[in-house]
DNA sequence: TTGTACGCGTTATCAA
DNA sequence: TTGATAACGCGTACAA
């Protein structure tokens, strides 16, 4: 690999001005400019990222913790980050935090470790102490679908009560009125959230909740699975479900099918997230969109703006959810 | 950030001792190496992991080029990608090549550039002399899911020709003579194979393929929606089709539907990879399972062995799928 | 077993 | 507008 060096010899230039045409953050000569690119192109040569990074004490990565790789959530989320930051020549370096303390902690430990400029975070399970501390860190960070007050600026999230209240307010305009609810886990924010969300829609018809309508599932398959069950043991003549996620709602749409039951004629359900396979279900399903893109785009949008220096505006902060009609909710 | 200097002054020893403890490759006195772990404690030091790059030349960092990062079917190979090798303190860079050939060469150059030890490529528009010719670049590299001639050791495979054979083999078993096949873009390999496997199938038990039970589609939904449209058209009494993707046959399944066909009833489908969501699907996919995960780990596996020297055994660069029966075959 | 000294390929400061 | 030259933080012969 051609140096920094040799290129200077080639163009009969010095170092430094060599590093200024790369840079291009000082005045050059166009006429020694021309000289330098001829040589830089004679040789090859590219600039080795790694002497820059020392340098500079710049790395141009940028670290992701995801709770997984996997899963069409995170799959568009990091599509997305990935196309901002490419297109400004920053890379990405991700980890899986696993919705693990422990090893979402790791993930961030390894990130620093590897000098990322800053931090883009989708983490759930360290507390908004550990992420205060980790504030003080030197190491700057955005953190996705989740607030921490002190940091208001920095945290990307959703609207996810609304997108509660909105689930259900579907589910009742449409003439439900025994709305079966399968919450994600209740200690992280965004479940919790929607369910309020639930809540709320509920009060706005006078309707009180009852815990036999309530299951807490995982926001997985499997919770849905389990959830449909509980349900419709406890209470046989539920109209509708809102599942807190999509994955949940296709375990649901399984087992209720399985039940005998044909939907969405004798049981509406309502998903959460819209992510890609939500409309190969069937019935397609009915969901609240969750703008994922778009969030991890407006994070990086902020590193942009505040590590790098762009001239960007218009970071938003609070997304809104809203409804996706397809065809698992039935008109009572 | 303390650096390796202030733990040498604080532990009384030199650079070099400090920095053998560190990577512990040579020998240093149990008295000294406590003294110097320490030190490193007391100041919370951590190493530069780019002055290491830079010293060293070598990053630590492997790069991965895949067609898309969201999608069932990256998710899961980059997920057990990135767990292997954070396990060995490596670490990924992602980057998308959208089947492009010339984004594909880009994302090559930009993992270049980022002094990647060695790439992990799966790539598809690129031709075969690119790859012999990168092949001559310095930095290393595994083809994941295409086979290259002259690089035949870092090339791990799917046996996709005997994947087609398999699925249009279980179709045949099930008592179906008139099948159509939906086909991948026929100047991927991997579409190419599949097709093939299915001929063969199709030949053993004396079946001629007809030119209206064929046809090309794109590897995605919309490819399945007009396949089986066209396919339906021109041939009305087919009993079965096989999907090159799980993809394409979500979107054959839904038009079938919308068609009033009762699946499986009506018409079987097969489909191809085994995703996340085929089983979401309804009626669940029966599908040939493609083992993108243990073919990522191989690939790592691959690279931990020659470029970073660990005592691995047992790299298997050709992978057999199997067939996962579920419910959207009918025997007839 | 330990220390010295140089090199890795850039950026950045200061003069010129 | 350009050129010396000192960092950047660490690995690694080579010497001791």
Same mark, same amino acid.
């Given at each position: 690999m051609a140096t920094i060096y040799e290129v200077s010899k080639l163009a009969g230039v010095s170092l430094a001005t060599v590093s200024r045409v790369i840079n291009n953050n000082a005045p050059v000569r166009q006429a020694t400019r021309v000289k330098v690119l001829d040589a830089m192109d004679k040789l090859g040569y590219h600039p080795n990222s790694i002497a820059q990074s020392l340098a500079s004490s710049r790395s141009n990565s940028i670290g992701i913790v995801v709770s997984?790789? @996997?899963?069409p959530f995170f799959g568009t989320l990091l599509s997305d980050i990935e196309a901002a930051f490419r297109r400004a020549g920053k890379h990405v370096i991700i980890a899986a935090g696993h919705s693990d303390e422990r090893l979402e902690k790791e993930s961030i430990a390894f990130l620093k470790s590897r000098n990322c400029d800053a931090l883009i975070l989708h983490v759930e399970a360290v507390s908004d102490d550990y992420l205060r501390q980790l504030n003080e860190g030197g190491t700057p960070f955005v953190i996705l679908n989740r607030f921490v007050e002190s940091m208001s600026d920095r945290c990307v999230t959703l609207n996810n009560q609304h997108g509660g209240y909105l689930a259900t307010q579907h589910l009742l305009r449409n003439g439900h009125r025994k709305i079966g609810y399968i919450s994600g886990p209740m200690w992280k924010n965004d479940a919790e959230q929607r369910y309020l969300g639930h809540l709320r829609a509920l009060a706005e018809y006078g309707i009180e909740s009852k815990s036999s309508l309530f299951y807490e599932g995982d926001f997985h398959e499997l919770g849905g699975v389990k959830g449909v069950a509980a349900l419709l043991h406890a209470d046989?003549?539920?109209t509708a479900i809102v599942c807190a996620n999509d994955e949940m709602a296709a375990g649901a749409v399984t087992t209720a099918r399985e039940q005998g039951l044909r939907l969405p004629e004798d049981l509406s359900i309502v998903g959460f997230d @819209?992510?890609?396979f939500s409309h190969y279900m069937y019935p397609k399903l009915t969901t609240i969109d969750y703008p994922i893109g778009g969030m991890g785009v407006m994070a990086a949008r902020w590193v942009l703006k505040h590590i790098y220096q762009q001239k960007l505006d218009n970071i938003q902060t609070v997304f809104e959810p809203r409804v996706i009609e397809r065809d698992s909710v039935h008109s009572i």
């Open positions: 997984e790789l @996997n899963g046989a003549d539920i @819209n992510v890609n």
